[in-house]
Every structure is written in C-alpha cells, then in structure tokens.
C-alpha cells in the first residue's frame, strides 16, 4: 500500500481503536503491530499491563458497552478457538459474544468492526480432494482455490459458530450502517512456524495477521462487506489469497515453506 501522507498519519495516530481479547495470541500480535500508531484500548477478561482497559465477558452486554464509548474501530478477537469447544463453551462466547459485540459497536457508532471470522468457516473441503491430499502435504499437481464466494463447508460445530458470524456481520452493515471486515484466519500458533503436516497449507504467521489486521483498519471508507482469507505465502496453500490483493494491497510476508 501507498506510504499515508502527513495529515493520514495524524488521522491515525488519533484513530481510537478497541482490541477484544488482547491478551490472547493473536491480540498481543495485533497489539505489537499497532502500537504507537493508534490509541489502543482493551476489552478482555483480564487486565492488560500498559493498555486501558475494560475487563469484562464478552457474554455480558450490559458489562461490554463502556469499552465502546468514543471507539472509531473495533477488531474483534475474543472467542472459544483452541482444543475441541462442545457447544456449552462455544454458545456464550461465539454465538452470543459475537453478537453483544457487534451490537454494543452499534450503540456506540462505530464505524468499522474487523472480526475474527475462520478458515474453519470452509475446511469441510479437506474431506474431498484435492483438499484432502494439500492437507496431508501432498501437491495433487492442480488445483483451484477455495475464494470468499466458494459455498460454506464448515468444519465441526466451532466452524459453524464463524459462519454465524459472517451472516450476523451482513446483518449488521446492511441495517446499521457500519463496515465489517471478516478475516477467515488460518493457523495462528505460539511458535510461529507449521508444527503438523496440514499447517504446511493453512498456516499464518503471527505477523501476517496482524499486518493484515492493520490493512483492514487503514481499508477506504467504501469497503462496507467483504471477507478474506488471511493465510501465509504457503506452496500448497488452497485459500485464496488474490482478493485480499485486489481489494486491499495486501500480501503475505512469511511462508510455512520457509520454517
């Protein structure tokens, strides 16, 4: 993307931006990303060190709504993501959560919300080929890419919950307005390098995302509904990654292929 002029900077730099679940591996990685460009604020269960700070649940709305007042952007993290969530742990904070989130933004008018969509929101597809053979590591020679406009393959009752959200942002830009941006994250991990053979296809770099988050939050005005596949430059990578390019300037840095 083009080097912001002057007055962008200054514009920037007075952006009141609020992360949920900055604590979490994504959120640090957002957080560092950000820093010193904009004015950070936190909604998370836990206090963080050095960023005001809501604590509060995200199943909560009546205890989430402070964090929004005054808020330009929101980039929406908190969620169940790790082991196997059963629908218990997944309703209040995916389901519900999601949707106080979205709403309090809302009720505050905010203008964007950058949310954690998933790749699981598709990686159904990894059942029939050629998808299974990239997952296993294996190059079925050619294939095409799965784009934001293949139909929804959801994996498991976690990936529905992300397809919910992505209606719900739909929802939300067509009768209140605001611009919602879903990032369909893959494998974000503590290492930051492919730790199985599926990762060498839907691995993302800690930098990645949080370059991606960055892109969406400077994104034109005019993007009001969009949703985009945020992977690394992987070799046998099936999650198309061209739309990010074409709407956004937006390129992987890192590659699986290269840890």
């Known amino acids: 993307m083009s080097k912001p002029t002057d007055d962008k900077c200054c514009q920037e730099r007075s ?31 836990s206090a963080v060190e050095g960023v005001a700070c809501v604590q509060a649940d995200v ?41 106080n989130v979205f709403e309090a933004a809302r009720e505050a008018g905010v203008k964007r919300v950058i949310y954690a969509s998933s790749g699981a929101t598709i990686s159904g597809y990894e ?10 590591g294996e190059s079925p020679g050619q294939w095409d890419d799965i784009t934001h406009e293949s139909p ?52 993302c770099s800690q930098g990645d995302v949080a370059r991606m988050v960055r892109t969406c939050i400077e994104a034109p005005d005019e993007i009001r509904y969009d949703v985009f596949f945020v992977v690394s430059n992987n070799r046998l990578s099936y999650r198309d990654m061209s739309h990010a390019k074409d709407v956004l300037g937006f390129e992987p840095q890192d590659s699986a292929d290269d840890r």
């Not at 059942?127 to 296993?136: H, R």
């Not at 994996?155 to 067509?174: F, P, R």
């Not at 893959?186 to 199985?196: I, R, S």
């Open 15 to 45: 952006m009141k931006v609020l992360v949920t679940g900055m604590s979490g591996l994504i959120g640090k990685a957002v957080r560092t990303e950000l820093a010193g460009d904009y004015e950070l604020r936190a909604l998370n269960r």
């Open 59 to 99: 199943s909560d709305l009546d205890a989430i709504r402070p964090a929004f007042e005054g808020i330009d952007q929101v980039v929406h993290l908190a969620a169940i993501a790790h082991g196997s969530p059963n629908w218990d742990q997944l309703l209040p904070f995916n389901v519900i959560g999601t949707y």
């Open 127 to 136: 059942q029939q080929e050629p998808y299974t053979s990239l997952s296993k």
């Open 152 to 203: 929804m393959h959801p994996s498991g009752i976690y990936g529905c919950t992300k397809v919910w959200a992505e209606a719900l942002a739909h929802h939300y830009c067509d009768k209140g307005g605001m611009s919602m941006i879903g990032l369909r994250i893959g494998a974000v991990n503590e290492e930051d390098k492919p730790l199985q053979t599926r990762q060498k296809s839907v691995w």
